[in-house]
């Protein structure tokens, strides 16, 4: 996965900046069903570490900056049949990337071993198409100063005005509910 840096200051209200490289062992994981039985697809690991910048101003509003990539050819299935499907239905020749854009977060995490529940706000671009979302965070960090941030967002094939995949003549047929997990560790450094 690739973070791209994109930030414009608000109103020149930035008190501070800080940084967070994004470590190489995070996953996100597709969570689906059909008619006859669930599905699972994962992207495990990342091919190089890149940075996401939060700007907090004097109200603690984070304002975030950084663009996760991930290409849809990296999603398995664990099925070739269904690896293959997901990959079409994603229009993945057009579209190679599933692009998640960091906006905003309700407020600075405390960055404590107890996870914190924190909203946030993100942009979703899968084959062509754009929504917003308010993903619902969990974010703590560990003894080795790792921060972790989880969560899971339900998003539908038709969001992204996407046909669910069928096989065997329609006989098998996808449902339009898809559960978004994701786990991201990341190391702070000075902004």
Known sequence: MIVTLIFKPVNGQVTSKVKWVVLKDGAVKVDGSTNVSKFSCSVTGYTRPDTLICYKNNNNNVVLSGRLLIPIVSFDCLNPMMTSEL??????????????????????????????????????ELAGAVKKFVINYRISMDGQRIVHMTGIQTIRFSDFHLTPPRKLGGMIKADDRLDVLFHINFKMISG
Do not use: H, M
């Open 87 to 124: 990959r079409k239905t994603l229009k993945a020749k057009d579209f190679p990337t599933l692009n998640i854009s960091f906006i905003s977060l309700q407020k600075y995490p405390e960055l404590k071993p107890v996870q914190e529940s924190i909203t946030g706000i993100v942009t979703i």
